[in-house]
């Protein structure tokens, strides 16, 4: 039987252990978000959002499997993405479902941020994401189309 000093012990060792084990690139991006942003027209129109953003990373902060559901009177978005990590180089397939694409993301990463690209269906956007102590925050600016660019910030 164990004691209950020796699982206090064993279990502070194992909390303690984590950050180092998910210490990759991708690491600064996990947890749960919530806050808000806008989103601009190709017109100028600026329609405030209201997101929340859940992430989880495997392989040591190499992989993160994300979910970002943002949603206003004339919009909603819920993107999936799942990306991996490989030295600076980050690269993977993402979703959005209430339009029915997918793509590839593609871009680099280190220091809690991401710069790329998404492609996919006929959508090409960069995006970025930043991950500071509390926040992450969010931008995209498809190429085309009625909407000219999503900012979102966020924070845990």
């Known amino acids: 039987m164990i004691s209950c ?5 064993a279990l502070l060792a194992a909390m303690c ?9 991708l690491a600064a ?3 749960n978000f919530h806050g808000g942003g806008a989103v601009i027209g190709s ?3 600026r329609e405030r959002l209201s997101c929340r953003a859940r992430g989880g990373v495997g392989e040591g902060g190499h992989a993160l499997s994300q979910n970002i559901v943002c949603a206003s009177d004339s919009y909603r978005f819920n993107i999936v ?5 490989q030295g600076a180089e980050a ?11 997918s793509g590839s993301i593609a ?3 280190g220091e809690g941020r991401f710069s ?10 960069s995006v970025s994401l930043r991950a500071t102590g509390r926040g992450l925050s969010m931008s995209l600016a498809p190429s085309g189309g009625d909407v000219s660019r999503v900012d979102v910030s966020l924070s845990r």
Request: charged share 10%; aromatic share 10%; hydrophobic share 45%.
């Open 116 to 125: 790329g690209a998404v492609n996919g269906g006929g959508f090409t956007a």
């Open 5 to 9: 000093r020796k699982f206090a012990a």
């Open 91 to 101: 690269s993977g397939q993402w979703s959005e479902s209430t339009r029915g694409v």
């Open 29 to 31: 991006f996990a947890g």
């Open 43 to 45: 017109d100028g129109h």
């Open 107 to 109: 871009g680099r990463v």
């Open 81 to 85: 993405a799942n990306v991996v990590a």
């Open 17 to 25: 252990a984590t950050p180092a084990f998910a210490a990759g690139p």
